[in-house]
């Protein structure tokens, strides 16, 4: 494509924003959120569960998505992070995070997760 043209413009900012580790961190930490309401969608629109099986698959999920908020969860997802970006060669200096200890930060830093 030449040099001026919009759609090159485009896919190289796509290209730039998904080389970027915390791109990554995103979408893995959305997947483990939007995971369980997948679940819990599937099981609300089956014409076969009961209404108290439903309840019951609505309090599976509220549990999960409360489990997340635990810094050991957040370990687990970073750790995996970590492994992807190695082998695909991203970046860590762009990974940014709020610490309550030091406010905004990159990763490297961070030392109270660890």
Not at 7 to 14: F, H, K, P, T, V
Not at 40 to 64: N, P, W, Y
Not at 69 to 81: D, G, Y
């Amino acid at each position: 494509m030449a040099p001026g043209n919009p759609l090159a413009a485009r896919a190289a900012g796509l290209q730039m924003q998904l080389s970027r580790v915390s791109t990554l961190l995103a979408l893995k930490m959305s997947l483990c959120i939007f995971k369980p309401l997948e679940m819990l969608s599937h099981a609300l629109q089956s014409s076969f569960h009961t209404i108290s099986g439903m309840m019951r698959a609505v309090d599976e999920m509220k549990a999960e998505l409360a489990a997340l908020r635990f810094v050991e969860e957040f370990q687990t997802v970073l750790a995996e992070t970590t492994k992807q970006q190695e082998s695909m060669n991203l970046h860590l200096r762009d990974l940014r995070i709020f610490c309550p200890h030091f406010g905004y930060h990159s990763l490297q830093l961070c030392h109270c997760l660890f």
